[in-house]
Every structure is written in structure tokens, then in C-alpha cells.
T-cell receptor, first 118, second 110 residues
Framework: DAGITQSPRHKVTETGTPVTLRCHQT?????MYWYRQDPGHGLRLIHY???????DKGEVSDGYSVSRSKTEDFLLTLESATSSQTSVYFC?????????????????FGQGTRLTVV | GQQVMQIPQYQHVQEGEDFTTYCNSS?????IQWYKQRPGGHPVFLIQ???SGEVKKQKRLTFQFGEAKKNSSLHITATQTTDVGTYFC??????????WGAGTKLIIKP
């Protein structure tokens, strides 16, 4: 497995509290992603980063913010957690992709963080 | 927005039977990737298809990419209990973003 560590692995928090999830990589990959996984929805992209301090929104970014101050760390923050944010969160990394390579490269996933908002 | 539809959502098979999952995109893809997620685990990359009409095999698994680069399939011959899990396709669009299918859960009947 690629060197990706997510922390914490499990968290229970109360509605309205801020929560930060951390993703740490040792692969020096350029791209980092945060996904949430819910039954029947597969993987949905929250935010992604294409370099230090370069981030962009995914399809389900409302209520989430991210930061990437170092290549190896990508933080996901729930500003004020809600019950609808109860989910399993996955961090993923991938190398840069260029057209001349005829396609991108695969994503490597962390072990996931199970977040419960009560 | 761009979508990748994956069917079926679930498939129950007897051990030894074959299994197939299909993905269809609303637009042309640069490539398509397949991942497997075991129960309680994280998605793990299986393979990437890039060329129109490409077919790749990994032991009992056969992956195909359509001529128009809009559809793909994964076929498993003679399923085994180790094949249990959810199989996801993910198509890469022109902006290098992965568009994920919702997954097909393979369940082996005892």
C-alpha cells in the first residue's frame, strides 16, 4: 500500500462542533483528494488539491473546507458538523497526469475515517 | 454534469458462477479505472484502460473499454469467495478528474 495515513480512524462528535480530519502521505504525490462514501452513492469528491495551497471544490463541498500547507498534509475541516455529514471519509493521492501520457494515473486511498455526528 | 452510471447495484451469485458489472458515461472518457473495495476496507486500484476497444485480463478478471470510450465492463469468471466486495469504475474526464460509478456489490451466496 502507498504511504497514506488518515487520522483519526474513528470519531464521534456532537452537532455544531468543528472537526478536522488529517491525511498524511509519504509518496510526494502532487494530487490529494477528500472523498466521502455513503451507501448507494459510491465515492463523492469533497475537495481536492493540486499543490501546496492550491485547492478546489468537488461535487459535495458545502460545509467543508480544506488546507494544504505542505505537500504531505491535506486537512479536511467540518466547520460546524451536522448529522448529514456522518459518513466514511477517504483521502486519496495520485501523481500528476498529462495529456501526452494518454491518461492519468491511479489513485491510492487511505484506510478511511468513520465519522459519526450525533 | 458528467456522470458515470454503473449497474447493477448488487449481484448475488453462487460460488463458481460468473459476474459482470457495467459502466456507462454520458461523455467520452480519457481512460477508465477499476477499483475493488473489500468489506470494511478502502478502494484498491485494479487496472486502467486507455485505448478504444482495449481488453485486458488479470487471471479470472476481464476488463473491456468500449470503442467510443464511453462504456466499460468487468467480468469475473468462476467467482470465488475472495472476490467478494464492491467494484467501482472511475472514468477520467478531460480535466483529469475521476468521475466515479456508484459501485456494484458482489455477494457470494452460500
Amino acid at each position: 500500500d502507498a504511504g497514506i495515513t488518515q487520522s483519526p480512524r474513528h470519531k464521534v462528535t456532537e452537532t455544531g462542533t468543528p472537526v478536522t480530519l488529517r491525511c498524511h502521505q509519504t509518496e510526494n504525490h502532487r494530487y490529494m483528494y477528500w472523498y466521502r462514501q455513503d451507501p448507494g452513492h459510491g465515492l463523492r469528491l469533497i475537495h481536492y488539491s493540486y499543490g501546496v495551497k492550491d485547492t478546489d471544490k468537488g461535487e459535495v463541498s458545502d460545509g467543508y473546507s480544506v488546507s494544504r500547507s505542505k505537500t504531505e498534509d491535506f486537512l479536511l475541516t467540518l466547520e460546524s458538523a451536522t448529522s448529514s455529514q456522518t459518513s466514511v471519509y477517504f483521502c486519496a493521492i495520485s501523481e500528476s497526469a498529462y495529456r501526452v501520457k494518454q491518461g492519468g494515473t491511479e489513485a491510492f486511498f487511505g484506510q478511511g475515517t468513520r465519522l459519526t455526528v450525533v | 454534469g458528467q456522470q458515470v452510471m454503473q449497474i447493477p447495484q448488487y449481484q448475488h451469485v453462487q460460488e463458481g458462477e460468473d459476474f459482470t458489472t457495467y459502466c456507462n458515461s454520458s461523455t467520452t472518457l480519457s481512460n477508465i479505472q477499476w477499483y475493488k473495495q473489500r468489506p470494511g476496507g478502502h478502494p484498491v486500484f485494479l487496472i486502467q484502460l486507455v485505448k478504444s476497444g482495449e481488453v485486458k485480463k488479470q487471471k479470472r478478471l476481464t476488463f473491456q473499454f468500449g470503442e467510443a470510450k464511453k462504456n466499460s465492463s468487468l467480468h469475473i469468471t468462476a467467482t470465488q469467495t475472495t472476490d467478494v466486495g464492491t467494484y467501482f469504475c472511475a472514468g477520467e474526464d478531460s480535466n483529469y478528474q475521476l468521475i466515479w460509478g456508484a459501485g456494484t456489490k458482489l455477494i457470494i451466496k452460500p
